[in-house]
């Protein structure tokens, strides 16, 4: 699946497949998912609660919640295979080559420890640096991340930082090695609205001067329009859309898509109301046949309740959905084949 720049891929998912044995059988959360990140992209992985999103993350960094398993497909960083690697060798990779930045920065500190402490550990575990120079780099990432007074603010505890300073703090954790892929799992989520903007900056700018690849799982599509520069739209373990954010924005080709654009308000723009989904994505149990999206659909044809579309082209995007496949399915789609 081709990325927005020229570059190699620096992360190349391939047909993932994650499922979750139960005494009443396989659950399949995450369903043949592919895509790739350039070096110094921001690809943005949006959808409801349930949609496979944060388990897709997950998988890449070796991270599964038992009895969670990836049953099929593969996961390269920088051309190597890391799907497959024994623990403590994923472990090595998840501290130097990939970054994790998730929702809670107070799952990720130590309460007992300062963060000076913790950010030297990390560094002393992937760098080959002494005590003095570990804490100077301590000491140089917190400034990059914008912590005011970083000198005296390094031997502090983790209940001493607000929730946007403790969340500065797990991003410089994550830069701690130089990492080449951060995954981020909602790291805006429990931050007021301005605090959030600044994050974003960050991520941005850090993605930007050390071309960083930067996976980014949200449920806010508002998030995702201010700093991705691709998204792709999971629903019910799978791609429903992938492309450019400006294009899925402002011109989204799944029906699902169309229903998340609708549902956010724009400023200057009086609505009466906003754009709803009727129901619900379904339960891991009760995927339906076809389309998994097609209970809810006002477009859906007689195809889309027996066969499942793959993810085809439309337009500058990719839409798995009948609607940009040639053959047609009954519904009415003269304005989606003029994109196609």
Known sequence: MANASNNPPLLEVRNLRVEFPTRRGTLLAVDDVSFDIAPGEVL???????AGKSLTGNAIIGLLEPPGRIAAGEVRLEGRRIDNLPYEEMRKIRGARIGAIFQDPLTSLNPLYTVGRQLVETIQTHLPLGAAEART???DLLKEVGIPGAEARIDHYPHQFSGGMRQRVVIALALCASPR???ADEPTTALDVSIQAQIIALLKKLCRE???AVMLVTHDMGVIAETADRVAVMYAGRIAEIGPVRDVVKDAKHPYTKGLMGSIPSLGVRQERLTQIDGAMPRLTEIPKGCAFNPRCLRRGQRCLVERPELMVAGASLAACWLHDKGGVG??????RVDA
């Open 137 to 139: 780099r301590a000491l």
């Open 44 to 50: 943005g992985v949006v959808g409801e609660s349930g």
């Open 210 to 212: 050390h071309g960083t």
């Open 181 to 183: 892929l951060i995954v």
């Open 331 to 336: 519904a009415p789609i003269e304005r989606e």
